[in-house]
């Protein structure tokens, strides 16, 4: 994709040039760590990153490797006779930030020294181990290290193993570094974009410790300390660029000076949130359901990048300095300079007026920034890291509260202004319900939608078969997209690569799932976008999915569409006091977000797949029937900590255990989510589907402790107070040994449930009987209540010379005592309907 140009603003060239710079110095400051560890020398780290890069260098690339050299106080002493603007000084005090943000001390660790053999710790080794303990997850599995390898060696997620038995090789150090040399013989590093160099370091360098310490934490990745290393380090340069100094040793050289300087609010953090995220994903028709959802929920994951570019872009930075962005939501380190906070104010209102164009009130981005000094981030600062998060946090509350300003009040308000302004008067879109634009024909049915609607089915048909996401100033391709620029129009495109290299001038690339380097400037972006296929590569509808249920096209299996809708449980408060204190830094709150958002837009898919978190892990059964690995489910929406799921009800109930096990092991425990799983007629309504699927899962959020699913019942008519209605609800591990290891094993061992069935050991049990012994059970009371269950256990008695009479009398013991007991009762209940729903014969149609 050599032809490939992308325009950014206008500006200052010399000025953007050696911000690049700067930031270039810092990206590859610390990559002598790399190489000595896979080339032991008698040189240090500093050194070792000099030698290895100067085979790629140029003679203009002096001021970059004389930072790389020069990045501890000890060496850049000898740099008295540089000029006082040498780059170096910034790369410094960067690095020195950072570390001082990576860095925490082992608590009652008397290791010293140090070892290369180290490998990664998880992010979760540290986090939430005093929340773990209060809630009793003392069995839950270690949290463990990472093997070294590249980002996806293998094609397949890493989970944290057992320290003991994880050790980094010089071997395994000497194939990343490899790895890293064939890309930059490709082309230099220092000829690189800045973002293919941040996306070739993401791939060598994420499971590479940035500190071999024994005595420190090791939890923080070389790629995530040099990636906030280039943060801070362009930060500072366009700080003090507009306070018009450039005497960085000076100001950053001297202790005392760079001391006050970390007491200035020199860097803002930002905070951005898209409401209005459900409503417009699900408020469409059934029909074509599956191509409108995955369009709507892609476009607004990629229209939320797009608006963390822009704002990046007008700010002179670049995506290192975006700390997270997933589930409509961004965290941005920008400078606190005139121009940053102009940029900010502009995209406010910019990308809102653009808002109200587009959706009126449906979709808003709150957007709010607070000041922070450098020292805040450090260690022994109070309120420190969660200080300046929870300033952030209550200030996009607040304008949550106070959307819009006057002007766009004004113009929500005037009859005649261009948003209420009515072109197809007494006709709407059939989708979003809006009449105030001209409409065109939805999907051949005779249907009328507006341009947008309509293009956002044609998008998720494009997704299918699009590798390459294009955001240009003009409409590309067949299908594209408005999406929000900072005082500007933009066009999101979904392409194919060849279709990408025809056109010469885009704004920015993107593509998803692919970690391939060599494409100048393609921003990777993980996505959850897993599809149950036919044999033919044809992505099923709902209602094949649903005719999926039993395992196969079998006739039996009742043929429903299962709905899985979950997040996190308690998440807003983990990333404020899941740490603690001496570990909650500005690092290990940024490795986390990407932690969760690498588990919930990519490792999703491996599950799915049936890859899963153990090798040769078999994936759940509910039955212990023989199934492909591969799950019949659609991901409708992964980000974040959200998930959206739809499949063949079975299949999805299955996956569901699948997600909690590789979630527990990816977090040690730490973290959990809760979930709601509703199962529905394929033609349903999928506004109503996801509305009722997310009353189940705030069923789930009630349970004790959360970390919970809730099944079948709609909540809403909880409120009947009938108790065939009311909810399932049970912790993880109850539902799987209780529910499912015990009282669906049970009934699978003790019962036919084949009409005319019962020879053998066996007892039959029709299809009356057993929605009979349902209904008595979601009954249950004293007297009367128990005289009837006796009595319906009694009339399934074989006789004493039948086969099935040792079946009956366990039968008859175990089901009247677990009746006895009201959550055994409850388990049994949601075993037995398990056990009908898998019997019953499928509907023709």
Request: net charge negative.
């Amino acid at each position: 994709m050599e032809n490939i140009c992308i325009r950014n603003y206008e500006g200052d060239e010399a000025m953007e040039d050696f911000g690049i710079r700067v930031e270039r110095a810092a990206l590859l400051h610390d990559i002598g760590k790399l190489v000595l560890r896979a080339q032991p020398a008698q040189m240090n780290h500093s050194q070792a990153g000099v030698a290895f890069l100067q085979r790629y260098a140029e003679p203009e690339d002096a001021d970059i490797l004389r930072a790389v050299g020069h990045h501890h106080a000890a060496a850049l002493r000898s740099l008295s006779q540089a000029a006082p603007s040498d780059l170096s000084y910034l790369v410094y005090e960067a690095d020195n930030l950072a570390a001082g943000s990576d860095r925490r001390a082992l608590e009652a660790s008397e290791q010293e020294g140090f070892s290369a053999r180290k490998p990664l710790d998880s992010i979760f080794s540290v986090f939430g181990r005093e929340a773990a303990a209060g809630a009793g997850e003392a069995q839950a599995p270690g949290v463990g290290a990472y093997h070294l390898q590249g980002l996806l060696a293998k094609d397949r997620p890493q989970y944290p193993q057992p320290a003991a038995r994880v050790q980094a090789t010089t071997a395994e150090y000497a194939e990343l570094l490899a790895y890293l040399e064939a890309n930059f013989q490709r082309r230099s590093p220092f000829r690189m974009e800045i973002h293919e160099l941040t996306r070739v370091l993401e791939g060598v360098l994420s499971y590479v410790p940035s500190s071999t310490s024994l005595g420190e934490a090791a939890d923080i990745s070389l790629y995530d300390h040099v990636r906030l290393t280039a943060a801070y380090a362009v930060l500072l340069y366009r700080y003090l660029a507009a306070r018009g100094v450039t005497d960085y040793r000076g100001t950053l050289f001297s202790q005392a000076v760079v001391q006050a300087l970390r007491q200035e609010e020199t860097g803002l953090l930002v905070s951005g949130d898209l409401s209005g995220i459900q409503s417009f994903i699900y408020t469409i028709p059934s029909a074509g359901a599956l191509k409108s959802l995955r369009g709507r929920s892609f476009y607004l994951e990629i229209l939320m990048e797009n608006i963390a570019d822009e704002i990046l872009a007008r700010a002179g930075m670049s995506r290192s300095s975006l700390l997270y962005t997933g589930g409509g939501h961004f965290y941005l380190l920008l400078p606190h300079t005139p121009e940053a906070r102009a940029a900010l104010e502009e995209a406010r209102e910019s990308i809102n007026d653009w808002m109200l164009a587009q959706f009126g009130s449906r979709l808003y981005l709150a957007l709010a920034w607070t000041p922070f000094a450098a020292q805040e981030f450090l260690p022994g600062a109070e309120p420190g890291t969660r200080g300046v998060f929870r300033r952030v946090g209550e200030l996009l509350a607040a304008e949550k509260l106070h959307r819009y300003a006057e002007t766009q009040l004004a113009a929500m308000f005037a009859p005649e202004s261009e948003i209420n302004r009515t072109l197809a008067e007494g006709r709407e879109c059939s989708i979003c319900h809006t009449s105030a634009v001209e409409l065109v024909p939805y999907r051949d049915e005779g249907a009328e939608a507006c341009p947008l609607c309509e293009g956002l089915f044609r998008f998720g048909e494009r997704l299918l078969s699009a590798d390459v996401f294009g955001v240009a100033e003009a409409p590309v391709g067949a299908v594209s997209l408005p999406v929000p620029g900072i005082g500007r129009s933009l066009y999101l495109c979904a392409l194919s690569e060849r279709e990408a290299e025809a056109h010469a001038d885009w704004v920015r690339l993107y593509v998803k799932n692919r970690v391939d380097t060599g494409e100048r400037l393609m921003t990777h972006l993980w996505m959850g976008d897993y599809s149950a296929r036919t044999e033919k590569g044809r992505v099923q509808e709902f209602s094949e999915l649903a005719r999926h249920s039993g395992g196969s096209l079998a006739a039996r299996g009742i043929c429903r569409l299962g709905v899985l809708r979950a997040d996190v449980d308690n998440l807003g408060a983990a990333f404020l006091a899941g740490f603690p204190a001496q570990y909650a830094t500005l690092s290990r709150t940024a490795v986390l977000s990407r932690a969760l958002s690498l588990f919930f837009k990519r490792y999703i898919n491996d599950v799915c797949a049936g890859r899963l978190a153990a090798d040769g892990e078999a994936p759940f059964s509910l039955f212990g029937r023989e199934k492909p690995r591969e799950r019949f489910v659609h991901i409708v929406y992964s980000g974040g900590d959200d998930v959206f799921l739809v499949g063949a009800w079975d299949d999805l109930l299955e996956l569901s255990v699948d997600l909690y096990r590789a979630f527990r092991r990816f977090t040690g425990g730490r973290l959990h989510f809760s979930a709601g799983f509703g199962m529905f007629d394929a033609s349903f309504p999928v506004a109503e589907m996801a509305r009722r699927t997310g009353e189940l899962e705030d069923a789930a959020k009630q349970y004790s402790g959360k970390n919970a699913i809730a099944l079948f019942g709609a909540a809403a008519s909880a409120r009947t107070g009938r108790a065939e209605d009311r909810p399932a609800v049970y912790g993880w591990e109850e539902f799987i040994s209780e529910v499912c290891g015990e009282k669906l094993r049970f009934l699978q061992s003790h019962f036919d449930f084949v009409e005319g069935g019962g020879a053998g050991r066996r007892i039959a049990l029709g299809k009356s009987c057993a929605y009979r012994l349902l209904s008595l059970l979601t009954a249950a009371g004293e007297g009367i209540d128990i005289a009837r269950f006796a009595y319906t256990l009694a009339r399934l008695d074989p006789g004493a010379q039948a086969e099935s009479q040792p079946a009956y009398q366990e039968v008859r013991k175990e089901l009247y005592a677990w009746y006895r007991d009201a959550r055994s009762r409850a388990q049994l209940v949601t075993a037995l309907q398990l056990m009908i729903y898998s019997v019953r014969e499928k509907e023709t149609r």
